[in-house]
């Protein structure tokens, strides 16, 4: 079965460093997301893509985030400066179609110290 | 907008009982449904869906009927085992593609 492969599986990383969390969806998906999911909490979106640009974000998506889809296979999300806050697992999802229900990663887990 | 409230957790059952959680939502338009699972250290997988009222979702067991009259999708599964302790999430997409969770509640079944 297809899947959404995510890497790494975790990085630590010390704040005020940049990172890139890296996701690879399944190839006849058109719709990308990034979800993320502090320790404990509730899952939340970040992050919608759609034929090459970003379609919807949520408050958390800040000028600190952003995400590109470089080579038409990866789909990555780059965070500028981390903070500590920032530490929680990332999800990468991608769908065929808004019905279809979205295939997620086994997710990132950065911490941030 | 839109909004999943779950029941509030952790659950605790034995092997082979019945299993109910709750889930209510509000949205606006006609949601689609979805129930996701999470087993311990991995990430998110679509347990069921459904994309129209009355429709019902099943998968490995577990079932939920989308009732639009209620506004709710109660996941239920007739006799639980020990492989099924996980996190639930309930979860909708409304008019766009985003979806918005519940808070999730964890299961634990005991031998």
């Known amino acids: 079965e297809p899947e959404v492969t995510q890497t790494p599986s975790h990085q630590v990383t010390q704040m005020g460093q940049e990172v890139i969390l890296r996701c690879v969806p399944i190839s006849n998906h058109l719709y990308f997301y990034w979800y993320r999911q502090i320790l404990g909490q509730k899952v939340e979106f970040l992050v919608s893509?759609?034929?090459?640009?970003?379609?919807?974000k949520s408050e958390i998506f800040d000028d600190q985030f952003s995400v590109e889809r470089p080579d038409g296979s990866n789909f990555t999300l780059k965070i500028r400066s981390t903070k500590l806050e920032d530490s929680a697992m990332y999800f990468c999802a991608s769908s065929r179609d808004l019905d279809y229900g979205y295939t997620f990663g086994s997710g990132t887990r950065l911490t941030v110290v | 907008g839109n909004s999943v409230t779950q029941m509030e957790g952790p659950v605790t059952l034995s092997e082979e009982a019945f299993l109910t959680i709750n889930c209510t939502y509000t949205a606006t338009g006609y949601p689609s449904l979805f129930w996701y699972v999470q087993y311990p250290g991995e990430g998110l997988q679509l347990l069921l869906k459904a994309t129209k009222a009355d429709d019902k979702g099943s998968n490995k067991g577990f079932e939920a009927t989308y009732r639009k009259e209620t506004t709710s999708f109660h996941l239920e599964k007739g006799s639980v085992q020990v492989s099924d302790s996980a996190v639930y999430f309930c979860a909708l997409t409304g008019a766009n593609s985003k979806l918005t969770f519940g808070k999730g509640i964890t299961l634990s079944v005991r031998p």
């Open positions: 893509f759609y034929n090459n640009e970003i379609s919807e």
